[in-house]
Each structure stands twice: as structure tokens, then as C-alpha cells.
């Protein structure tokens, strides 16, 4: 799949596409990531992106004709129909359905604006649809353009050193779309406290329903709707229900 980037500042997304274990995904173009920069888009010898806002008030808006010359630009090279995402306060907020969603698509073209926001025309007019990184405000899209790349990127077959880890994660529906459990390593002892007897016992099955049981108490705790949602989608086990009846 294949994202394109507008942006002001391509730069931030160097030392992100380039680190950690989602580097290969990039590298392989398992997800391809092209940064495109809005300031080549615009004119003038100042090359402008934005203006003072109609009405007064604070702050500069991010004019729409740049945008869409850059916008112009990528589907002149995508030829395709990719939707538009532009991150904002007003979007829905990215969860994991969302993610898997992505991982799954041909891509998108991703509008990070900047200053108080762009034009609402350009909006409008090409926009397909917002997404939210959840309730504040950020300086600019750019962090939340990473977050989606990020998370879409460690779904990717062969992304993850451990093939299938990311199914152990919160919110996969592998595990039902609860939260994950704790996780421990060496020394088995540390400063006073040891770690879990179950995960030393090198049983397996009770391996698997310590942690089975520490997701449900910990996502009942922190996250009692997404017990609800499990429990709709029929997903208990007459066992996980005991447990969380027995209020452990
Ligand atoms: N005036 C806007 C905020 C502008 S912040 C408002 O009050 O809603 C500048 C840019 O940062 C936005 O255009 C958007 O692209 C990005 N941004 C800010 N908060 C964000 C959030 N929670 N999720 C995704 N993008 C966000």
C-alpha cells in the first residue's frame, strides 16, 4: 500500500521512517511512504502556504490552492482513486478497527495541516475524510500522520520480529479486544519482588490462562467497554465469566 504525505515539514518523518522495527516496512515498501513537500506546491517568491484568516482572529490558515496543485501532483503519479484523510480535532477518533482497516487498503494521500487549520473550501472540495489522534490539539498532523503509519506499518506480515505478536496485543480481536497483560523478564527476582510463579512454572495452559485472566482483570478495571463489547460479540468463555464474577 501506499501513503503520500503533504506536509511542511517532511523532515520530521526521516528519523521515524528510519528507526525501530517498522524501518523494514518502509525499507521493503511493504508500506511505501512518499513525503511530498506543500511549500514546492505554492508560488511566488516567498512561496507561500498560508494567510490571515477571513474575519480576524488569531493565527494563519493553510491555503487551498497550494494543496490542491500538490494534491494534483500525487494523483498525476498514483493514478488511482485513494481517499483523502486530513488529520484534525474534528476526525473520528484512529482506534485499532480503524488500523486494521488501513493495513488492509491500497493506501491513502494524508493532509497534515499546520497554523490554525486549512481552508475550508479545500476541505470540501477534496477532503474524503478527517481523522482525530484523540481530544487535544497538536501543532500539526505530522505526529498523528506517524501514529497512523506506525501502527499500520507493525500489522504488516513479517513487520514484527515474532510473527503473530501483534496479535497478542491490546485490542486485537485475537484475544477478544481486550487490553494486554502484564509482561516480565530476567532477573527473576528484582529489588525485592518477584515475578509471577505461574510464568515460571513452564506449564503452558497455565501460562495461557494467568494471562487470559490478567487481561480480563485489567480490562475490566480500565476499560470495562471493551468487557461489554467481548461479551456482545459472544467471546467469553463460560470460565472468563466466572472469573470476572468472582471480582478477583
Ligand atoms: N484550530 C484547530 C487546531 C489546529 S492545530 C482546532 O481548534 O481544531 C493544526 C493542525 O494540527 C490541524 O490542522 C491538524 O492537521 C493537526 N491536529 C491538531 N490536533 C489534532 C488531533 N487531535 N488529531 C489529528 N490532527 C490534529
Known amino acids: 500500500m501506499r501513503f503520500d504525505v503533504i506536509t511542511l515539514f517532511p523532515e520530521l518523518f526521516e528519523p521515524f521512517l528510519n528507526s525501530g522495527v517498522t524501518r523494514r516496512a518502509y525499507e521493503q515498501k511493504l508500506v511505501d511512504v512518499r513525503l511530498w513537500n506543500l511549500r514546492d506546491y505554492a508560488e511566488g517568491n516567498y512561496r507561500r502556504v498560508d494567510d490571515r484568516p477571513f474575519g ?10 497550494p494543496l490542491l496543485q500538490c494534491l494534483q501532483a500525487i494523483r498525476a503519479e498514483r493514478n488511482d482513486a485513494a481517499p483523502v484523510v486530513l488529520f484534525s480535532p474534528i476526525g473520528k477518533p484512529l482506534d485499532h478497527a480503524g488500523v486494521e482497516t488501513w493495513s488492509a487498503s491500497a493506501g491513502a494521500v494524508l493532509v497534515c495541516g499546520r497554523y490554525e487549520g486549512v481552508d475550508q473550501r479545500f476541505i470540501d472540495s477534496h477532503v474524503d475524510l478527517q481523522v482525530s489522534l484523540g481530544d487535544f490539539v497538536l501543532s500539526g498532523g505530522e505526529i ?28 486485537n480481536p485475537a484475544l477478544d479486544g481486550l487490553l494486554d497483560c502484564p509482561h516480565y523478564t530476567r532477573p527473576e527476582e528484582w529489588a525485592g519482588h518477584k515475578a509471577p510463579a505461574e ?49 478477583q
Do not use: Y
Open 56 to 65: 480576524g482572529g488569531p493565527g494563519m490558515v493553510m491555503m487551498a490552492q
Open 144 to 171: 498523528a500522520a506517524m501514529a497512523l503509519l506506525d501502527a499500520v506499518a507493525r500489522l504488516q506480515p513479517g513487520v514484527l520480529n515474532d510473527e503473530g505478536s501483534h496479535q497478542a496485543d491490546s485490542f
Open 199 to 247: 510464568l515460571m512454572s513452564g506449564h503452558h495452559e497455565q501460562i495461557e490462562r494467568w494471562r487470559r485472566e490478567r487481561r480480563l482483570e485489567i480490562t475490566a478495571r480500565h476499560r470495562p467497554d471493551l468487557i461489554a463489547a467481548a461479551r456482545a460479540a459472544g467471546a467469553l468463555s463460560k470460565a472468563d465469566e466466572a472469573f470476572l464474577a468472582s471480582g
